[in-house]
């Protein structure tokens, strides 16, 4: 029997996990938006199959269980049948407070065989502000709840202990034990069905395994080893204040990449910096999709793709540094930078630079008595591409969310929206344009708290060969008063009841000089 009966089957596996992850979930975000991702280890903790869901994620895992295991190691805890793990300390997990991951070890005829993983966003994990994503944080401290792995359960019963002092650090605790259970739920969905897979193919399902992770290695090599050898450089900058944080990337590109950031910023006192798990998934994104085929996004693809990034500097940073912002917006920028170098390489392959922003907005406050709190990204523009012109409203690059239905949203939420259109003209002009952005706007009905933590403000999306660069972002708020307030790309500010929040996200770059651009499409 071919090996990749089992490996399809253990694909779906954590597809349908991710499902009931969805489908139980309490949060609108995760319900909605679909801000969550599974995977599923084997018995050695090396990621055998991924759902197609969150980038940040999926390739944060890859640095997130090992940490996480080692932690468990050196704190002398050993996983039983029925115990599950939860965390949400970046340094261990690989992304930000916000993404909670849940651990189960899956047992087998009392053998230890596999694990499933997942990572879920939770909109409230304490902090000053609403989506606990703090603009001003100068330390991780100012973002959030920090969790250490600790085991939620313990053989099949549930620790009240630690669950009564996570939600004693949140404003919204309904919404967080929701959120909690669907994740927990989801992972006794996988590990049945990984019961089922061994009860039916015995040791075969191990094996199979071993010749997926093998396969991905292969195929990664084969397929980098189509590049043009060589190494290659660029740089690309990130917003702070009224100045710019440089990242710096070399790639050296060979059998498999190489990628060193030496010379990007020293960490900073913003929520810009980004964990070494981030800057990794931020790193192999570009690298599997400029592959040409189907790649096993496993560890085998993993392991081809090795990253250094100095201690200390904005792209591994030293605790207790805030980091909300790196799994948002460094990641984007990581990416980009990383497309820019390879567009060296693979000229013809590489798409200009899309919108760069996940274009984070975090609102709350006090109404009819009870706390609440809403976190969306919106979407932006693609680059242009050879051949093609970018693709306009859509989530770009590291984030793979949906937008969270206006109906849902006033429904749940005191808000009236009163936008959501394409930002004609906001993608740069090229041979091959690049996509618009997003124009959404929507009114308070009660006081309120917004932050927002985006990019792209000052300068707009690079296009490639001659292309124009997309339009930058835009944020301001129409006062009930009549006033209009220009706001800096993070920020936090207090809202009245009738202000206006209007939101313009960036178009992608153009590719390719505007002068031959087509006149039919």
């Known amino acids: 029997m071919s090996w990749e009966l089992i490996y399809r089957a253990t694909v779906y596996i954590a597809e349908e996990a991710g499902i009931a992850l969805r489908n139980s979930a309490f949060s609108p975000n995760i319900r909605e938006r679909m801000d969550h991702s599974v995977a599923v280890l084997n018995a050695d903790g090396e990621i055998v199959a991924q759902a197609e869901h969150i980038p940040v994620h999926l390739g944060s895992f890859y640095i997130g269980v090992k940490n996480m295991f080692e932690a468990l190691r050196g704190a002398g805890v050993e996983l039983e049948e029925g115990d599950v793990v939860v965390l949400n300390d970046p340094y261990i997990s690989g992304t930000h407070l916000n993404d909670v991951m849940v651990v189960t070890p899956v047992f087998w005829r009392g053998r230890l065989v596999a694990y499933l993983v997942n990572k879920a966003h939770h909109v409230d994990v304490g902090g000053p502000v609403p989506g606990s994503i703090n603009p001003n944080a100068k330390t991780i401290y100012e973002e959030g709840f920090v969790l ?3 085991k939620i359960m313990r053989r099949g019963e549930l620790n009240r202990e630690v669950l009564s002092v996570w939600l004693s650090n949140v404003k919204t605790p309904e919404a967080t034990l929701g959120d909690l259970n669907a994740q927990i739920a989801a992972n006794v969905v996988g590990s049945r069905r990984v019961v089922d897979l061994f009860e039916k193919y015995g040791e075969r399902v191990a094996e ?7 396969y991905g290695r292969r195929v990664a090599e084969e397929e980098i080893a189509k590049w043009p050898r060589g190494v290659y450089a660029a740089e690309d900058y990130l ?3 009224d100045g710019f944080v440089k990242i710096s990337v070399r790639l050296a590109v060979d059998r498999c990449v190489e990628a060193d950031y030496t010379g990007t910023s020293p960490q900073v006192e913003a929520p810009l910096n980004a964990v070494l798990g981030v800057t990794y998934a931020a790193t192999s994104f570009p690298i599997r999709s400029l592959m040409r085929g189907e790649v096993p996004t496993n560890e085998g693809f993993y392991s081809c793709i090795s990253v250094r990034a100095p201690e200390g500097s904005l792209l591994n940073p030293r605790k207790p540094a805030p980091v909300a912002g790196g799994n948002l917006e460094t990641s984007q920028r990581v990416a980009d930078a990383v497309f820019k170098t390879l567009s060296q390489a693979l000229p013809d392959r590489v798409p200009a630079a899309g919108s760069g922003t996940m274009m984070n907005v975090m609102i709350g406050g006090v109404y009819q008595g ?6 969306e990204t919106i979407g932006g523009g693609t680059g242009g591409r050879p051949g093609k012109h970018g693709v306009s409203g859509v989530h770009v690059n590291m ?4 937008n969270t239905p206006i109906e849902i949203a006033e429904r749940v939420y005191p808000l009236l929206f009163t936008a959501y259109r394409i930002r004609e003209g906001s993608g740069g002009r090229g041979r091959w344009r690049g996509g618009d952005g997003i124009i959404r706007a929507f009114k308070v009905a009660a006081p309120t708290r917004l932050a927002v933590l985006a990019d792209r403000f000052k300068t707009g999306p690079w296009g490639l060969h ?4 997309g339009r930058p972002g835009r944020v301001y708020i129409k006062k009930a ?6 706001l800096q790309s993070k920020t936090v500010v207090d809202l009245d009841p009738g202000d206006e929040v209007v939101i313009e996200t960036p178009g992608g770059g153009g590719w390719g000089p505007p002068d031959r651009q087509p006149t039919t499409f």
Do not use: C, F, K
């Open 208 to 214: 199979a395994w071993r010749a997926a992770i093998d």
């Open 370 to 375: 009870r706390y609440w709190s809403y976190y």
């Open 239 to 241: 917003e702070l204040g």
């Open 466 to 469: 001659g292309g124009e660069p």
């Open 481 to 486: 008063s009549g006033e209009v307030l220009e």
């Open 148 to 150: 250490p792995p600790v």
């Open 399 to 402: 984030t793979n969310t949906l």
